[in-house]
């Protein structure tokens, strides 16, 4: 008889147990569903991040296209102005847009990174 109360006890005992385990890894699994949705979540931002980036990129790429192809346009006219040119005063106008030209390129790379950072680093 005690021997069925003890064993009785036991089988209770160990069920408590079992359960008490049971329940903390449920716990411990819901824990990490949670924890893996925001990891999702934070990957899916930035991956729009990236995305995002890289279009801006090629924009940025594009300009500075275009505004090499305007500098070397304004490059090839001055070679045609200077070889031109006759009086020292002609020369001198030359030298001038010259330095317009270099003015140009430096304001229109500055303006460029500007731009990129405002846009791509608030």
């Known amino acids: 008889m005690v021997l ?10 160990s069920a408590y ?5 049971q329940g903390q890894n449920k716990e411990e699994l819901k824990n990490a569903r949670t924890q893996i ?6 990957i899916e931002e930035f991956k729009a991040k990236q995305t995002s980036d ?3 990129l090629s924009e940025l790429r594009i300009a500075e296209s275009a505004s090499r192809d305007e500098l070397d346009r ?12 006759k009086t020292n005063a002609d020369r ?17 790379r500055a303006d460029r990174a500007i731009k990129f950072c405002a846009e791509n680093h608030n």
Do not use: P, W
Not at 4 to 13: E, M, P, R, S
Not at 17 to 21: D, E, L, Q, R, V
Not at 93 to 105: D, F, G, I, M, Q
């Open 54 to 56: 890289a279009v801006a």
């Open 4 to 13: 069925k109360i003890i064993g009785a006890l036991l089988v209770v005992i």
């Open 74 to 85: 304004m490059r090839s006219q001055l070679a045609d102005i200077e070889r031109m040119s």
């Open 92 to 108: 001198q106008r030359n030298r001038c847009l010259s330095l317009a030209v270099r003015y140009k390129e430096a304001v229109d």
């Open 37 to 42: 949705s925001a990891l999702e979540r934070t």
């Open 17 to 21: 147990f079992y359960g008490f385990h």
